[in-house]
């Protein structure tokens, strides 16, 4: 929800919303700017729990 928020308020740029968990480790969501939906994915695919959203829009 924040995600969506700051990429509404800056469609030009990209961002990354940290979020804590229990076990002391992030969670990390990242977003491509609205203006030019490439890359985020890219890059989470590099990590190995990274790049779930490409397969919830197939």
């Given at each position: 929800?924040?995600?969506?928020?700051?990429?509404?308020?800056?469609?030009?740029?990209?961002?990354?919303?940290?979020?804590?968990?229990?076990?002391?480790?992030?969670?990390?969501?990242?977003?491509?700017?609205?203006?030019?939906?490439?890359?985020?994915?890219?890059?989470?695919?590099?990590?190995?729990t990274?790049?779930?959203v490409?397969?919830?829009?197939?």
């Amino acid at each position: 929800m924040y995600g969506n928020l700051l990429a509404n308020q800056s469609p030009e740029r990209a961002h990354a919303v940290l979020t804590s968990n229990a076990d002391k480790t992030y969670t990390v969501s990242l977003r491509a700017p609205l203006a030019n939906k490439q890359g985020a994915g890219d890059i989470c695919a590099q990590f190995e729990t990274g790049g779930g959203v490409p397969q919830l829009l197939a």
